[in-house]
């Protein structure tokens, strides 16, 4: 996979959208986001068009304070936006003190980090900009589109436990702040691998 050297001021070509229940959670998390010198910073709508965007690239940052059914929600709404920059955009869960199974469910949910606060700002700021210039592994099932969930598996113990068990596609896609979000190719896989 491609990659280019992880640079956080990257962010500054980047708008968040911060995702919260209430205003008070709301406004913690884009303070954070402006903090990190995102370009922009706005709260969540359900009018989301990506015309008014000055970005290529849209992250969203997903404060804690979701139930996991809003969260599979948020997830399946964002994952079938029509727009490609915004299907594809990475969704950020932010949880408080989380233990490393949370962190695990987040990932196994669709996320494509899930990062825990309070954090340094350098270490948060490095890892989102990682979404940055790099080619990135989606997967897409009859039932699923979003990062690949098995990518945890090779930080664990031993040999990769899954399998895949039904026909589905894997999609490599690179996010850059000069063309924003591509897919760089298709994979079809029609049986388990």
Do not use: W
Not at 55 to 78: G, W
């Amino acid at each position: 996979m491609h990659a280019q050297p992880v640079d956080p001021s990257v962010l500054a070509h980047c708008v968040a959208i911060v995702v919260s229940q209430n205003k008070e959670d709301g406004e913690a998390l884009m303070r954070l986001a402006e903090r990190l010198r995102f370009g922009a910073v706005i709260a969540h709508s359900l009018k989301l068009k990506p015309e008014p965007f000055n970005h290529r690239l849209v992250f969203f940052l997903v404060h804690f304070d979701f139930a996991n059914t809003a969260r599979m929600q948020l997830l399946r709404d964002l994952r079938h936006f029509p727009s490609v920059s915004l299907a594809y955009a990475p969704v950020v869960m932010f949880l408080r003190d989380a233990s490393a199974a949370q962190i695990r469910a987040g990932i196994e949910m669709g996320f494509d980090d899930v990062i825990n606060v309070p954090g340094e700002g350098p270490d948060i700021a490095h890892r989102l900009a990682s979404q940055i210039g790099r080619e990135h592994l989606y997967v897409e099932t009859r039932t699923y589109l979003g990062p690949d969930r098995h990518r945890m598996d090779r930080f664990g113990p031993g040999p990769a436990q899954r399998q895949a068990e039904e026909p589905h596609a894997r999609l490599f896609i690179m996010r850059t702040v000069e063309e924003g979000v591509h897919i760089v190719r298709r994979e079809d896989v029609h049986k388990a691998h």
